[in-house]
C-alpha cells in the first residue's frame, strides 16, 4: 500500500520555503559562479556562526569532509585509525582510501556510540599486540604492516554525540587525533557546545536525508585551527598554493556547489525551529513507547538532533512487516556492522568480535523522523507497535 506517513518528509520542508528556495536559485542562475560563488561563502560564516567553529570549510560531500579531515592530518600506510563498526561505511572508508587501517572498537549499548573504555582496551591492545585485551586486525595483515595508534574517528550516531570529553581525553594521553563524524549531529550539542565542535577536526554531511540536507551531495569540515583550516582549504581544490595552478600538496576536487550552498543558506533559516520539531518528535515517541521497546537514551548534558530515532526490539520483524502493512516505513540502521563487511575481510575480523555492535544489526530499526510528522502520525505508529509486542 501507499505510504501514509513518510520516513523523511523533503517535501513538507519544500512547501514551506519554496518562494525563497525559487529566489535563491535565481540568484544563482543570474550570477552564474557555479563554482566557489559568493553563496559558499556566505553559508560558511553562517555555519561558523551556528556552530561557533572558527572555521568552516564547505565541500562535496560527508565522505570528502572525513577524507579532508584525515589528509590534513598526514595519515598514511601504517597508521591506525580507532572507530566503531556500527557506521556508514564512510567512516572506515576514507580511512582505508588513505591506506591507513582502521581499529574497530565496539559500542555501547545506551548510545550506539563508541565505548570510551574499549577504545582505551584497544589501543593497549595494539601498543602491545595482545589479542587477548581486545580483538584486532588479523596477524597476517599486521605482521605485512605493524600499524601506529595515529588518530580516532568519533561517530554521533542517529543524532548523539559520542562521550568526546572521554574520548579526547584518551587521545591526549597517547598523542593521537580525534575527527568527529557529525555527518549526522549537526544541530546537536554536548554541555552546551554544538556538535561539529567536539573534536580537533569534525566532519558533518548535507545529504538529503541528513538533519540540515541540500539537494544533491554537500559536506563541510570544522575546525579552530587556523593552521589545519588553510590545510583543509588547499586539499579542498587540488592542493592548491596561491591559486589551484600552483599546487603544494597533493587534494582532491572537493567544492560544494555554489547552488547546493544557496539552498543551505534558506534551509538553515528554518533549521532551529526544525530542531524543536524533531526533539518533539522524539520525546512524545519516547512517551508512547517507553517499557514497549527499548526507546533511545540521551544521558543528561547531550542533545541528540534525532537524524533516526532508532528503537531495539526482540521482535523486530514482526513489528516492521506490521507497520509496513499500516503504511509506515522503517529501516534499518545497520543491518550488518562494518568488521563483518566483504569490503572488510582482508582485516580477518570474526564473528563476536564486537557483540554490541552484532546484537544492534540485529535488533535495531528506526521509525520515521522530521520535523513534520503530526500528534496523529505519531499516535497511530506507537499504537501499531503496542498492539504487537
Ligand atoms: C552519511 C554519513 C557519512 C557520509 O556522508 P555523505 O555526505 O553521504 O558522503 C559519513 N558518516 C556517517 C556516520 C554518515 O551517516
Request: proline share 6%; with cysteine.
Amino acid at each position: 500500500m501507499n505510504n501514509l506517513v513518510q520516513f523523511i518528509d523533503l517535501e513538507a520542508q519544500q512547501k514551506r520555503i519554496y518562494p525563497q528556495l525559487e529566489q535563491r536559485i535565481k540568484a544563482v542562475l543570474s550570477h552564474g559562479k557555479y563554482i566557489m560563488g559568493p553563496e559558499v561563502f556566505e553559508l560558511e560564516q553562517q555555519l561558523s556562526e551556528f556552530i561557533g567553529a572558527k572555521h568552516t570549510i564547505t565541500c562535496a560531500s560527508g565522505t570528502d569532509a572525513l577524507l579532508m579531515g584525515l589528509m590534513a592530518k598526514g595519515i598514511g600506510p601504517g597508521d591506525a585509525v580507532f572507530t566503531t563498526p556500527f557506521t556508514f561505511i564512510a567512516t572506515a572508508e576514507t580511512i582505508t582510501l588513505l591506506g591507513a587501517t582502521p581499529v574497530f572498537v565496539d559500542i555501547e549499548l545506551e548510545t550506539f556510540n563508541m565505548d570510551p573504555v574499549k577504545l582505551e582496551q584497544a589501543i593497549e591492545a595494539l601498543l602491545n599486540m595482545d589479542r587477548s585485551k581486545h580483538p584486532l586486525p588479523g596477524a597476517e595483515y599486521m605482521s605485512i604492516s605493524p600499524l601506529k595508534p595515529k588518530g580516532i574517528i568519533g561517530v554521533d550516531l542517529f543524532g548523539l554525540p559520542a562521550n568526546y570529553s572521554k574520548i579526547n581525553r584518551i587521545a591526549q594521553k597517547y598523542n593521537m587525533f580525534v575527527i568527529e563524524d557529525a555527518a549526522q549531529s549537526f544541530g546537536a550539542s554536548l554541555d552546551n557546545h554544538r556538535a561539529c565542535n567536539l573534536a580537533e577536526i569534525s566532519a558533518t554531511s548535507f545529504f538529503p536525508a541528513k538533519p540540515l540536507g541540500c539537494y544533491g551531495d554537500g559536506g563541510a569540515v570544522f575546525t579552530n585551527d587556523d593552521y589545519l583550516a588553510d590545510k583543509l582549504r588547499s586539499i579542498r581544490i587540488h592542493g592548491k598554493g596561491n591559486d589551484k595552478y600552483d599546487n603544494v600538496r597533493i587534494g582532491i576536487n572537493g567544492r560544494l556547489d555554489t547552488l547546493q550552498a544557496a539552498i543551505l543558506l534558506e534551509k538553515l533559516r528554518i533549521f532551529p525551529d526544525e530542531i524543536d520539531q524533531r526533539n518533539y518528535v522524539a520525546q512524545m515517541y519516547s512517551e508512547h513507547l517507553s517499557g514497549i521497546v527499548k526507546t533511545p537514551f540521551t544521558p543528561k548534558g547531550y542533545s541528540s538532533v534525532w537524524a533516526q530515532y532508532s528503537i531495539l526490539s526482540e521482535n523486530r520483524g514482526n513489528l516492521q512487516k506490521r507497520l509496513e502493512e499500516n503504511g509506515i516505513p522503517t529501516a534499518i540502521y545497520y543491518p550488518k556492522p562494518l568488521h563483518l563487511q566483504t569490503a572488510y575481510s582482508f582485516l580477518k575480523y570474526e564473528n563476536e568480535d564486537f557483540p554490541v555492535s552484532e546484537y544492534c544489526s540485529n535488533h535495531i530499526f528506526s521509525l520515521p523522523m522530521h520535523p513534520y510528522l503530526t500528534d496523529d502520525q505519531i499516535f497511530k505508529i506507537t499504537k501499531i507497535i503496542k498492539n504487537n509486542s
